[in-house]
């Protein structure tokens, strides 16, 4: 018997023209619904490109980028969380290189470039028009390349990785908080911070320290003693129950009556943090006790076999399966935080939404702007949102695929 | 054996578990219990020391907060009880419409991200991508203040749509069927349709199953249902019984006034007064309301010439329509001239006497000879319409220059209130109450809205003054908080409905394939029917989010139960009361989609099996 060789299809089944004929044209309907909606983009795209040149006055947005990136934060000491940006895409980009030699590290290497190319993006823009920050964007930059340098080139630091992020974070916050004095490092009070600086910071303290505290509310609802259970029960139902920006009001009310002080004495920050760290360690818990309900109760047993103890099978065994499993829903709930920290205005801080809602729009030169500039400006922050909520979405997805949590 | 006599026959207590457990709780116990002793002392004692209202007294005070949007009549009047249940409301009403949009879109886009098209698949999901990274609040800004605040104003220019619908600055007002003046007359044949529809339905199936063949039931049975309830609704709308003009009298609210049956006679409305809606009226401008608007015109507070604006009526609609200036011998100087008949009038000085309106003979800045002059309006032979608005309540004539001062509003007010005992019984007076004051216009606004006595009443939108009148509205707050409500909560529903029929087996499509089903038919028929179990309970966690996120409607300026609630506890100081009704409210909200969605959980269960 002869084999027939391979051929290539016929020219009409490949190249472009069968991709068109395929995924476009395939039938009068498709082909109808193709022109249609190909126009109706086209359209679309080449109005908002026109507007975004020539219609929108971009202009206060511009002149305001100190005030969305850190408010009030003292502009010659704007230099520290510019380090502070640098200390963390240090650390990134050496996860990210010490990843990639091993073979492994995408995720982290998509979120180093991505996160590090705004950054010298910024750095670019500060060499061309920011006077004041140009040599702290420069720092930053080289800082977030050294690290990857670093990674890369010596291997050996892979053992020293966690003690430098957990020296790292300890440095960005001093960087940012200052030590004292009336320095470089005085000290700059929360109430002074503001725009995306207090976004970051909220966004991450909340995920940080709600991550144990869901972790111990989702073990307290699965506990076998009453008293632990239904208080875990009533918290988790209860917090769950109302949305974020009535638990946001009411921490305004009532912290300082709970804590019996005068209501300025508590900074508007303790409050926010207060109410979103609750409130994100209810979900948390929410999560996190779907991880455990996914582990075999084989496991469970298989540990008592071997002798553990139950709070050893609890940490050794079973913990590790069970948020293994939910890192990507996790990951989802950082995400929501982060948008969700657009809420803090209720009780009176100006983050980088506060800013751009109330702040820029009441300014005098703002005011001669025929229709106000919140359109523009709400343009600009939904941007600036995408741009970090759509990484960690991506970061999302490929947890999922590598832990292989989405197939079954 | 040996083993087993080895080991101790009691566990010592502290290494047994369940002692340890009980201790655990204990322990527990008393921290929780002491620290929530702690915090109970400390609000107690914090609001001792500052005497904030810790019950609920304050309830059943007067508000003072005024409400633009009101599924229920409502007044600054009105009491703090009122106020949060107007917000409890419009929470329902924008999360029932909401959900129900939000389905739809989210569905379409869910199927459409899975389009064998190209184009469509990438519009669907780059929708779902970018409007889910973007927080709900840049929306509702984007929608409330960045975009339909910039649409033109209702009152010069608003964008008319095909179907009567008309959009504005003001929000979107769209034509609406109201229950008219033979409703009631109509409910019985409805009923009866009804019963007709069921019994119908129920002898043909009967005979169908009988007759061993296929047929429907439903035509049959829909016919019946049509024919009585249409033969009702024409009775109904002839033989409709009006009532003899009641004895009515207004309490006075911002722009409207409200119809009542004053029972007692003391003019003013108490609890126990029902409101009517549907009487048929003879509007009179009452002396002491012009007098007072007069008094305005001697004081020079008005530069223009005062317009009068009269109904909108439209040709045909009515029978008589007589505007006369009584009073004082001066009066017969002034008459009404129509500038844009019949809607919009004008008083001029008839200065040369020919009963015509001339170039120059409007009444002057000072107002010269206005002092004094009464003014009759009477809408007659309107035997089968009557003079009522959308909210049941009677629009009067305002004869009160639009824009005013709120000091010279609540004069006009009083004037308007002792204005009432003047007159007799079955006469309305026109009371003055002031339009909403941001329009600044100087024009004496008069609106009455003719509704037909029909069993329906086809009501569409119009802008006689400033705002909309008639039909249906959706306010700019409301619709810009619905719009990024919707279009936020459809992206997640678009993610789980992708995933609901990614999650049913490729076979299911082949083997429909293989029987010759068509592409449509293989999706209506096999895959969605499967998809909709797994898809529906996350759905409702979403429509549990919409309703959840609604309480950002500040953002857009809507009083939800949220937004009231916040403004209460600022005015009141009250805000341990505050908390708990927040918190109460929401969790029964809460709990009514936990509940639907055990019972939906509960049914797909069973189907499964």
Request: no cysteine; hydrophobic share 50%.
């Given at each position: 018997?002869?084999?027939?060789?391979?051929?290539?299809?016929?020219?009409?089944?490949?190249?472009?023209?069968?991709?068109?004929?395929?995924?476009?044209?395939?039938?009068?309907?498709?082909?109808?619904?193709?022109?249609?909606?190909?126009?109706?983009?086209?359209l679309s795209l080449f109005n908002l490109g026109r507007w975004m040149l020539t219609g929108a006055s971009w202009q206060p947005v511009w002149n305001n980028m100190k005030l969305l990136a850190i408010y009030r934060y003292p502009a010659e000491l704007a230099w520290r969380p510019i380090i502070a940006v640098g200390v963390l895409l240090m650390l990134t980009g050496l996860t990210a290189a010490l990843g990639q030699r091993v073979g492994k590290g995408k995720i982290m290497t998509g979120v180093y470039f991505w996160f590090g190319s705004l950054a010298w993006f910024l750095t670019l823009v500060a060499l061309i028009a920011w006077p004041s920050v140009r040599v702290a964007w420069l720092l930053a930059t080289l800082m977030s390349v050294a690290g990857y340098a670093i990674g890369w080139y010596v291997p050996r630091v892979v053992r020293a990785q966690s003690w430098l992020w957990a020296a790292g974070l300890p440095i960005v916050l001093v960087l940012i908080y200052g030590v004292g004095g009336s320095g470089s490092f005085a000290?700059?009070?929360?109430?002074?911070?503001?725009?995306?600086?207090?976004?970051?910071?909220?966004?991450?303290?909340?995920?940080?320290?709600?991550?144990?505290?869901?972790?111990?509310?989702?073990?307290?609802?699965?506990?076998?003693?009453?008293?632990?259970?239904?208080?875990?029960?009533?918290?988790?139902?209860?917090?769950?129950?109302?949305?974020?920006?009535?638990?946001?009001?009411?921490?305004?009310?009532?912290?300082?009556?709970?804590?019996?002080?005068?209501?300025?004495?508590?900074?508007?920050?303790?409050?926010?943090?207060?109410?979103?760290?609750?409130?994100?360690?209810?979900?948390?818990?929410?999560?996190?006790?779907?991880?455990?309900?996914?582990?075999?109760?084989?496991?469970?047993?298989?540990?008592?076999?071997?002798?553990?103890?139950?709070?050893?099978?609890?940490?050794?065994?079973?913990?590790?399966?069970?948020?293994?499993?939910?890192?990507?829903?996790?990951?989802?709930?950082?995400?929501?935080?982060?948008?969700?920290?657009?809420?803090?205005?209720?009780?009176?801080?100006?983050?980088?939404?506060?800013?751009?809602?109330?702040?820029?729009?009441?300014?005098?030169?703002?005011?001669?702007?025929?229709?106000?500039?919140?359109?523009?400006?709400?343009?600009?922050?939904?941007?600036?949102?995408?741009?970090?909520?759509?990484?960690?979405?991506?970061?999302?997805?490929?947890?999922?695929?590598?832990?292989?949590?989405?197939?079954? | 054996?040996?083993?087993?006599?080895?080991?101790?026959?009691?566990?010592?207590?502290?290494?047994?578990?369940?002692?340890?457990?009980?201790?655990?709780?204990?322990?527990?116990?008393?921290?929780?219990?002491?620290?929530?002793?702690?915090?109970?002392?400390?609000?107690?004692?914090?609001?001792?020391?500052?005497?904030?209202?810790?019950?609920?007294?304050?309830?059943?005070?007067?508000?003072?907060?005024?409400?633009?949007?009101?599924?229920?009549?409502?007044?600054?009047?009105?009491?703090?009880?009122?106020?949060?249940?107007?917000?409890?409301?419009?929470?329902?009403?924008?999360?029932?419409?909401?959900?129900?949009?939000?389905?739809?879109?989210?569905?379409?886009?869910?199927?459409?991200?899975?389009?064998?098209?190209?184009?469509?698949?990438?519009?669907?999901?780059?929708?779902?991508?970018?409007?889910?990274?973007?927080?709900?609040?840049?929306?509702?800004?984007?929608?409330?203040?960045?975009?339909?605040?910039?649409?033109?104003?209702?009152?010069?220019?608003?964008?008319?749509?095909?179907?009567?619908?008309?959009?504005?600055?003001?929000?979107?007002?769209?034509?609406?069927?109201?229950?008219?003046?033979?409703?009631?007359?109509?409910?019985?044949?409805?009923?009866?349709?009804?019963?007709?529809?069921?019994?119908?339905?129920?002898?043909?199936?009967?005979?169908?199953?009988?007759?061993?063949?296929?047929?429907?039931?439903?035509?049959?049975?829909?016919?019946?249902?049509?024919?009585?309830?249409?033969?009702?609704?024409?009775?109904?709308?002839?033989?409709?019984?009006?009532?003899?003009?009641?004895?009515?009298?207004?309490?006075?609210?911002?722009?409207?006034?409200?119809?009542?049956?004053?029972?007692?006679?003391?003019?003013?409305?108490?609890?126990?007064?029902?409101?009517?809606?549907?009487?048929?009226?003879?509007?009179?401008?009452?002396?002491?309301?012009?007098?007072?608007?007069?008094?305005?015109?001697?004081?020079?507070?008005?530069?223009?010439?005062?317009?009068?604006?009269?109904?909108?009526?439209?040709?045909?609609?009515?029978?008589?329509?007589?505007?006369?200036?009584?009073?004082?011998?001066?009066?017969?100087?002034?008459?009404?001239?129509?500038?844009?008949?019949?809607?919009?009038?004008?008083?001029?000085?008839?200065?040369?006497?020919?009963?015509?309106?001339?170039?120059?003979?409007?009444?002057?800045?000072?107002?010269?000879?206005?002092?004094?002059?009464?003014?009759?309006?009477?809408?007659?032979?309107?035997?089968?319409?009557?003079?009522?608005?959308?909210?049941?309540?009677?629009?009067?004539?305002?004869?009160?220059?639009?824009?005013?001062?709120?000091?010279?509003?609540?004069?006009?007010?009083?004037?308007?209130?002792?204005?009432?005992?003047?007159?007799?019984?079955?006469?309305?007076?026109?009371?003055?109450?002031?339009?909403?004051?941001?329009?600044?216009?100087?024009?004496?606004?008069?609106?009455?809205?003719?509704?037909?006595?029909?069993?329906?009443?086809?009501?569409?939108?119009?802008?006689?003054?400033?705002?909309?009148?008639?039909?249906?509205?959706?306010?700019?707050?409301?619709?810009?908080?619905?719009?990024?409500?919707?279009?936020?909560?459809?992206?997640?529903?678009?993610?789980?409905?992708?995933?609901?029929?990614?999650?049913?087996?490729?076979?299911?499509?082949?083997?429909?394939?293989?029987?010759?089903?068509?592409?449509?038919?293989?999706?209506?028929?096999?895959?969605?029917?499967?998809?909709?179990?797994?898809?529906?309970?996350?759905?409702?966690?979403?429509?549990?989010?919409?309703?959840?996120?609604?309480?950002?409607?500040?953002?857009?300026?809507?009083?939800?139960?949220?937004?009231?609630?916040?403004?209460?506890?600022?005015?009141?100081?009250?805000?341990?009361?505050?908390?708990?009704?927040?918190?109460?409210?929401?969790?029964?909200?809460?709990?009514?989609?936990?509940?639907?969605?055990?019972?939906?959980?509960?049914?797909?269960?069973?189907?499964?099996?």
């Amino acid at each position: 018997m002869q084999m027939i060789p391979d051929r290539l299809p016929p020219a009409g089944e490949r190249g472009a023209i069968a991709w068109l004929r395929r995924n476009l044209f395939s039938g009068t309907v498709n082909a109808i619904v193709s022109i249609a909606l190909g126009s109706f983009v086209a359209l679309s795209l080449f109005n908002l490109g026109r507007w975004m040149l020539t219609g929108a006055s971009w202009q206060p947005v511009w002149n305001n980028m100190k005030l969305l990136a850190i408010y009030r934060y003292p502009a010659e000491l704007a230099w520290r969380p510019i380090i502070a940006v640098g200390v963390l895409l240090m650390l990134t980009g050496l996860t990210a290189a010490l990843g990639q030699r091993v073979g492994k590290g995408k995720i982290m290497t998509g979120v180093y470039f991505w996160f590090g190319s705004l950054a010298w993006f910024l750095t670019l823009v500060a060499l061309i028009a920011w006077p004041s920050v140009r040599v702290a964007w420069l720092l930053a930059t080289l800082m977030s390349v050294a690290g990857y340098a670093i990674g890369w080139y010596v291997p050996r630091v892979v053992r020293a990785q966690s003690w430098l992020w957990a020296a790292g974070l300890p440095i960005v916050l001093v960087l940012i908080y200052g030590v004292g004095g009336s320095g470089s490092f005085a000290v700059v009070g929360t109430s002074q911070w503001g725009g995306f600086l207090l976004t970051v910071v909220i966004a991450a303290f909340g995920i940080t320290v709600s991550f144990p505290l869901g972790i111990a509310l989702a073990l307290g609802r699965r506990s076998n003693l009453p008293a632990i259970k239904y208080f875990s029960i009533g918290f988790i139902e209860v917090i769950r129950g109302a949305p974020l920006i009535t638990w946001l009001f009411i921490a305004s009310l009532m912290v300082p009556l709970l804590l019996d002080v005068a209501p300025d004495s508590i900074p508007a920050l303790t409050r926010a943090l207060v109410a979103v760290t609750l409130f994100s360690a209810a979900y948390m818990a929410e999560n996190v006790r779907g991880g455990l309900q996914s582990v075999p109760n084989g496991q469970r047993e298989a540990a008592r076999a071997l002798g553990l103890s139950g709070w050893q099978t609890t940490r050794l065994i079973v913990l590790p399966q069970a948020l293994r499993a939910v890192i990507p829903v996790l990951v989802g709930q950082a995400i929501g935080l982060f948008k969700d920290t657009s809420l803090v205005f209720i009780v009176g801080l100006h983050d980088f939404f506060e800013i751009g809602r109330r702040v820029i729009p009441s300014q005098p030169e703002s005011l001669l702007y025929p229709g106000g500039v919140l359109l523009e400006i709400s343009v600009f922050m939904a941007f600036a949102y995408f741009f970090f909520t759509y990484r960690m979405s991506i970061a999302s997805r490929q947890l999922e695929k590598e832990l292989g949590v989405g197939e079954r | 054996m040996a083993m087993t006599t080895d080991v101790p026959e009691r566990i010592p207590f502290w290494r047994n578990v369940k002692t340890l457990g009980l201790l655990a709780q204990i322990i527990f116990a008393i921290i929780v219990v002491a620290a929530i002793a702690i915090l109970w002392n400390n609000v107690t004692s914090a609001l001792a020391r500052s005497s904030l209202p810790a019950d609920f007294s304050w309830l059943g005070s007067r508000a003072g907060i005024p409400i633009g949007e009101r599924p229920i009549p409502y007044t600054p009047d009105d009491t703090y009880f009122r106020a949060l249940a107007i917000g409890f409301l419009n929470t329902l009403k924008i999360a029932l419409v909401g959900v129900v949009l939000a389905s739809i879109l989210g569905v379409g886009v869910g199927v459409a991200r899975l389009s064998n098209n190209f184009l469509l698949r990438q519009i669907a999901t780059w929708y779902v991508e970018i409007l889910r990274n973007t927080p709900l609040a840049v929306q509702i800004i984007f929608w409330f203040t960045a975009a339909i605040a910039t649409l033109p104003p209702t009152i010069s220019a608003p964008i008319r749509l095909p179907g009567g619908l008309m959009f504005s600055n003001r929000g979107l007002a769209f034509p609406a069927i109201y229950p008219g003046f033979g409703f009631r007359d109509w409910l019985p044949w409805i009923v009866a349709a009804i019963a007709l529809y069921a019994i119908v339905l129920y002898v043909r199936r009967r005979q169908i199953i009988a007759s061993e063949r296929p047929g429907l039931a439903w035509p049959a049975a829909l016919l019946a249902f049509l024919a009585v309830s249409g033969t009702g609704y024409f009775v109904a709308s002839g033989t409709a019984t009006i009532p003899e003009p009641l004895t009515v009298d207004f309490t006075v609210e911002r722009g409207r006034g409200v119809t009542f049956l004053d029972a007692n006679g003391n003019g003013e409305r108490e609890r126990d007064e029902a409101l009517y809606g549907f009487v048929p009226v003879t509007v009179r401008v009452s002396e002491a309301a012009i007098e007072t608007q007069s008094t305005n015109l001697n004081e020079q507070r008005r530069i223009k010439p005062s317009v009068l604006r009269f109904p909108v009526l439209e040709e045909g609609e009515y029978e008589s329509f007589d505007v006369r200036i009584l009073g004082s011998a001066d009066a017969e100087r002034f008459s009404v001239h129509w500038t844009d008949a019949p809607t919009a009038g004008l008083i001029f000085e008839d200065r040369n006497g020919d009963g015509i309106y001339q170039e120059g003979e409007e009444v002057d800045a000072d107002g010269v000879g206005f002092s004094g002059v009464r003014t009759l309006l009477t809408i007659t032979g309107f035997s089968r319409d009557l003079v009522s608005d959308r909210d049941g309540g009677i629009r009067i004539p305002n004869f009160e220059p639009v824009g005013t001062q709120e000091e010279e509003t609540e004069e006009i007010q009083d004037a308007g209130r002792s204005g009432v005992a003047g007159f007799g019984p079955s006469s309305l007076f026109g009371s003055p109450a002031g339009a909403s004051s941001d329009e600044e216009e100087a024009v004496l606004d008069t609106t009455v809205e003719i509704r037909s006595s029909g069993a329906l009443v086809w009501s569409r939108p119009s802008v006689p003054v400033s705002n909309y009148e008639g039909g249906f509205r959706f306010t700019a707050s409301y619709l810009a908080l619905l719009l990024a409500l919707v279009i936020y909560t459809a992206t997640f529903i678009a993610e789980i409905t992708r995933a609901g029929i990614m999650a049913v087996p490729k076979g299911q499509t082949e083997a429909s394939k293989a029987l010759g089903l068509s592409g449509r038919q293989t999706f209506s028929l096999v895959i969605f029917p499967q998809a909709v179990r797994i898809i529906l309970p996350p759905m409702i966690s979403q429509y549990l989010n919409l309703t959840k996120n609604s309480s950002l409607a500040p953002l857009a300026a809507y009083a939800e139960i949220f937004a009231v609630s916040a403004i209460v506890a600022n005015q009141t100081g009250a805000s341990v009361p505050v908390t708990v009704l927040i918190i109460v409210s929401y969790l029964v909200i809460s709990w009514f989609f936990s509940f639907v969605l055990n019972i939906v959980n509960a049914r797909l269960a069973i189907v499964e099996r």
